[in-house]
């Protein structure tokens, strides 16, 4: 063999040896690799059983969801509290004893089409109704609990109050101002019984303005519940200030009042209207001539406020109702004698609520806006005597209500100077 040939031969021998020494580096690795993949899986799998969800807890209406089937529905057209029941397998005998037994604490002929309820079924095959709530508004709640022995409880939502202010300038309407506001038609009605003996609101002028202090009602600290009530209010009224503070001094009935910055009452005898939120549509005058009448002279001895049919009508003030009847021109009407001095009557009613004989509180319907007698359209014709006469109601100069004793005022004086403070620092929109 020659020289050539062999030094070849060598050279391939000694690549081969290189090339087995390399894979036999690799077989001894491959071993490791697998051990630690291997270990990174069992590392993964172990973290994935540590790694476990823990469900939200639920609890409503002293309820704890998580160990029920939860039904959430609303009373449809034709249900009743036996057949919601009965879907849920619940005995007619079990209805029967609730309906009868129960009937002063939940009656439940009363549910109402739209009200939500919640159905508490058992989470085993028989998947029956163990607990039945129904919310009679947002807050208040009746509970039927059969899950051991039968009960019914009335309940609350827990509800927290939180101190706003809002303000606004009239631009058309009080109501329109508050809707600009989102404050709502329940703010607007509040606003307006503050100052339904002082601030004429058929003739709001453009400009006038107000601000308010209010306690708001939420359910479980974030779900708006409505307007609680206004601690204190501001009216600026044709330029005139108008302030107005809640004060309680009858702690056993807890009945409110509104009293100006010098403790006197912002109630007075009458209200300036038997409706709310109409308007005038003739005033009282003694001189009026009518086109359909040849302009005859025909006095208008009453004030007319225009309202849609079926509108509450109220007693202007605190009296015995004297009359209540259908007759002539006056269609239904009722009288109130009030005192010595006064009397009042509303005409025109669609229908009549109040009594002879019966007393009416100031603010009482005692009736509804109607078309009944010599009418063109719907409204109140609101007369207004004076020891026998009828005048006209706003040029009298009426009786104010008994201002805040005197005992109470200085803390009354101390309590209204944060408030007071308050207002005046309210900025416009």
Known sequence: MDRTRTKGLGKKCLALKKSNTKL???????????????????????EEVIVEEIPDIIEEYGYRFNDFEVVKDTVRSGDTFGAILSRYGVSNKTILEVATRFKDTFDVRKIVVGKPYVVLNSKDSSNRAQV??????????????????????NGRKPITFKEKFASGIITSSLSQTMDEQNLGP??????ATIYAWTVNFFHLQKGDRFKVVYTERFINDTIPAGLEGIKAAYFEHRGKPLYSFNYT?????????????AADNLRRAFLTAP???????????????IKYYGYKLRPHRGTDFAAPIGTPILATADGVVSKSERRGGNGNYVKIRHNGTYDTQYLHM???????GEYVSQGEVIGWVGMTGNT???????????????????????????PLPKEYQQDYFNYILPLSEQLDCISYP
């Open 350 to 356: 669609k229908k009549r609520k109040a009594k002879v």
């Open 376 to 402: 063109g359209g719907p409204h109140v014709c609101y007369r207004f005597w004076k020891n026998g006469k009828e005048v006209d109601p706003f040029k009298q100069d009426l009786p104010l209500s008994k």
């Open 132 to 153: 039945f709530i129904y919310e009679k508004n947002r807050i208040e709640y009746a509970v039927v609990d059969i899950i051991d022995s039968l009960r019914c409880y």
């Open 24 to 46: 036999k580096r690799l077989v001894y690795f491959i071993p490791i690799f697998c051990i630690i993949i291997a270990c990174n899986d069992e590392i993964k799998v172990v």
């Open 249 to 261: 001094i009858d702690t056993v009935n807890a009945i409110p009042e509104y009293y100006d910055k």
């Open 186 to 191: 329940n703010m607007t009605d509040r606003l």
């Open 275 to 289: 409706v709310k939120f109409s308007r005038i549509s003739s005033r009282y005058n003694l001189n009026r001539r």
